[in-house]
């Protein structure tokens, strides 16, 4: 009994707790969106000449045409969206299509196309903080787009122009636009503004110039300096500017500074009439790829890969001073009829070549004759017409490899290193030194000359010099020409002749010379300082710390 009273309790209360009203409507919803016009009221422009006189949101409602200038903004706060269509000029001089009169700012104008204007087609100099996106800028008389101080250009195209494309006051921002075929200028930016990821080509002028304090990033400039123009595809006229990762291609000048304290560095400069014009007194690294070429300017130079020079070039010719070159261990490589691979003229001073190879050039791998202080680290010289490496006064060659070339391996004139070095199966000397130069840790073989030749105050120790006068050649291990040198802790091998001295007052001690044709071929008797000479038995019976091994 108790349950069905409980059943019946829980009915009565469900039925109060889930009991339902009508279920039709009152009527139909009413909206709850407001309206765009309610979001953002804006103001339609169907006609033109138009003055924008308050601030505020207009638009284009057809494309519009006038042979007067089209469009005054005489205010602040105002934005212009021509939808997608035409403001169309009719070539009338000193018209234009959107003008800014008096002191403005906080202008956008976008999305549309504007053309045919005798003078500007936007002209936006006495606006500040403007921005303008998504329009396409055409055949007008003069500039494309003036754009004022602080503003952002971005996703424009300026075509056809009779001046430059866009020139944008100090502050500006110019991004993701394309300039093509201007009579001038594609992009001419005042100080303190950026130019990225831009692609100017065929213009009159300059693919994009800068004054002071810019960035000029992620450009493609291309065959800039049109025509009978004259042009750079970046041309930076003052200091404090930042050029980096561009792309130059077929303009007249690659790159072009004017000033110095800028910074310079990943850019492909190729293909120019002249890759670079750069003023002393930046900070450059260039990224080579493609030669010959003169760098005249300090610098680090880069390989960007192995690169093959042209008949009747030198691949690299340097004329300046501070120049460091990294091959990167890339190859620069030479073809029938080359001159050098690295030219380093005798007014550079400073010059460091570094971690790669040089081969295959008609004459010299390295020819700096003439240039001092040259340092050469970790470079592999091979198969070169004449020298493989000839380096001036004071110059320090080290872990150097120098192989099969015509004339000498290396050639260091007065006061030079060469140290832990290979010469091996040249056709003259190994490795010579002219006066007052050291020669140590080297390994000199089967060069038909002398392994080592030295002229006066030479210091030549602890090489390793085996089967030079090879073939039908003539050659010593160790040869002194001259005076006064030190020839100390040398193993000399197989050689036609082994330590050959033919001046006075040189020290020869602690050598060993094993089955050459003569062992010790040395100038005197009385005219140098020469260590014993061990000859047959056992060589350690002396007690003499002085002592030359034959054997």
């Given amino acids: 009994m108790q349950r069905f009273l409980g059943f019946g309790l829980c009915a009565a209360i469900a039925s109060n707790v889930f009991g339902q009203g009508a279920l039709t409507p009152p009527g139909a919803p009413a909206p709850t969106m407001k309206t765009l016009q309610q979001v953002e009221p804006r103001i339609p422009i169907s006609s033109v ?28 706060d105002v934005t212009l969206d021509l939808a997608g269509f035409t403001l169309a000029g009719q070539g009338v001089g000193g018209t234009e299509g959107i003008t800014v009169s008096g002191n403005r700012t906080n202008i956008v104008i976008r999305n549309g196309t504007v053309r045919s204007w005798g003078f500007a087609g936007i002209d936006l100099l006495n606006g500040t903080q403007t921005r303008l996106e998504n329009l396409t800028v055409i055949t007008n008389g003069f500039v494309g787009i003036y754009a004022g101080a602080n503003a952002v250009v971005t996703d424009c195209a300026v075509i056809n122009n009779g001046s430059a494309g866009i020139s944008a006051g100090p502050n500006a921002v110019i991004n993701n636009c394309v300039a093509q075929s201007n009579a001038d200028d594609g992009f001419r930016a005042d100080t303190r503004s950026r130019v990225v990821n831009c692609a100017a080509m065929a213009n009159g002028g300059d693919g994009i110039e800068v004054l002071s304090a810019c960035v000029v990033t992620g450009n493609n400039c291309d065959g800039n300096g049109a025509g009978a123009g004259d042009g750079a595809g970046v041309h930076a006229t003052g200091s404090n500017n930042r050029l980096e990762s561009n792309h130059l291609t077929t303009n007249d000048r690659g790159l072009d500074i004017d000033a110095a304290n800028n910074y310079v560095a990943a850019n492909t400069v190729r293909g120019n009439f002249d890759n670079y014009e750069i003023a002393a007194g930046n900070q450059v690294t260039i990224l080579l790829s493609s030669c010959p070429q003169l760098i005249n300017f300090p610098a680090t130079v880069v390989l960007a890969g192995s690169l093959t020079g042209l008949a009747g070039n030198s691949g690299i010719t340097v004329s ?63 198969n070169c017409g004449t020298n493989g490496i000839a380096a001036g006064n004071a110059a320090l060659i080290d872990r150097c490899e120098a192989t099969a070339n015509t004339g000498n391996g290396i050639l260091v004139n007065d006061n030079g290193s060469i140290t832990h070095c290979l010469a091996r ?20 073989a089967l060069n038909t000359g002398d392994g080592i030749q030295v002229t006066d105050r030479c210091r030549v120790i602890n090489n390793t010099c085996d089967l030079n006068g090879f073939g039908g050649g003539d050659g010593a291990g160790i040869h002194a020409t001259g005076n006064s040198s030190r020839i100390t802790s040398n193993h000399v091998t197989d050689n036609d002749r082994g330590i050959d001295v033919d001046g006075a007052d040189s020290v020869i001690v602690q050598n060993t010379a094993d089955n050459n044709t003569t062992n010790y071929d040395i100038a005197g008797p009385g005219s140098n300082v020469v260590g014993p000479i061990s000859a047959g038995g056992d060589p350690f019976v002396s007690d003499n710390p002085y002592l030359n091994f034959s054997r």
């Fill in 49 to 76: 000449p138009f003055s924008i006189t308050n601030s505020g949101s207009y638009y284009f409602t057809a494309n519009l045409s006038s042979s007067a200038t089209a469009i005054n903004i005489a205010a602040s």
């Fill in 320 to 382: 300046a001073s501070d120049v460091t070159i990294d091959l990167a261990g890339h190859s620069l490589i030479g073809v029938a009829s080359s001159v050098h691979g690295i030219l380093v003229n005798d007014t550079a001073t400073n010059v460091t070549i570094r971690n790669g190879s040089i081969r295959g050039w008609g004459q010299m791998g390295v020819n700096a004759t003439l240039a001092p202080n040259l340092r050469i680290t970790e470079v592999l010289v091979s």
């Fill in 425 to 444: 199966s040249n056709g003259d000397d190994g490795v010579r030194a002219r006066s007052g130069c050291s020669v140590t840790d080297c390994t000199v």
